[in-house]
């Protein structure tokens, strides 16, 4: 069963290229799939590339020319929960769109014709995922030697914008709170990779790296971040969950 692993950024995908075995290029879409093997089990990697719909092309693709049935994302983030800081990792549990508003024709946040603000993940792919984040971050723990991160699970919140300001941050987090979805962290592809999952009926899973604050440091904390350490964040926890993967 090949499993999809995607990234927004290079600096995201980096570490798992290196690792990759019997690496093969094919081009499709203007994108790059990088089929092989990690750990012996089948794998194709990409990058979504930023925002929704470059990510929904994305997986598209993985899954009618690449024959995925099982995508896992990997990438950054900007914590906007409490306590949801620098260098933890959130596993997400559900996806909503925080630009989404059809209102007053549908409720704010509800994908048209589809009778739901949330996408859920996979169950069972989210518990090894939550698994692997904590026993790599442990690695990283050492490998650093720093305190290591906190694993966190919960609903992420995509939308087209990088949030770079307090102040917007915190009107975010309001307004999903209140209408009943507090999000963690925001990022500009989860959602819309959920959503293509949703439509073929695999499962999905992400964990973020949070790189930033989504305040008004995050211009410069994310850059930092992820020329530094997303892709070791990236690396070690991939690595971790391709291992628990059930044989092929
Ligand atoms: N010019 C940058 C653009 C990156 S956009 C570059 O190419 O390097 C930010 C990426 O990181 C997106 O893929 C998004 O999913 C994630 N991300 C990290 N912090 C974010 C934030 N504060 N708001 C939105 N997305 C964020």
Known sequence: MTTAILSALAEEQQGLLDLLQRPQ????????????????????????????????TTATTLIEAFGARRL???????GVGP???????????EFVQHDMDASPIFPRYQIPLY?????????ALLALLSGASRTGLIRLKAEFHAKPGVVHQG??????????????ARALHQALSEAGHPP?????????????????GLPFAAVRTI???????????FPKFVTEVASRYALAIIDEFVRRLPAR
């Not at 306590?83 to 549990?93: E, I, M, R, S």
């Not at 609903?155 to 917007?168: H, K, P, Q, Y």
């Open 25 to 56: 290029c094919v081009t499709r879409a203007g994108r790059e799939f990088w089929l092989g093997e990690l750990h012996g089990q089948p794998v194709v990697l990409a990058l979504s590339r930023i925002g929704k719909v470059a990510a929904a």
């Open 72 to 78: 896992v994302f990997t990438g950054v983030a900007g």
């Open 83 to 93: 306590g949801v800081q620098v260098g933890d990792v959130v596993v997400a549990t």
């Open 115 to 123: 009778g739901r603000e949330r996408f859920a993940c996979d169950e």
């Open 155 to 168: 609903l992420i919140a995509s939308g087209d914008r990088f949030v770079s300001a307090a102040e917007e």
């Open 184 to 200: 963690l962290a925001v990022e500009m592809e989860g959602a819309a990779v959920a959503q293509v999952c949703h439509d073929y």
């Open 211 to 221: 790189s930033d604050r989504a305040d008004d440091t995050a211009h410069v904390d």
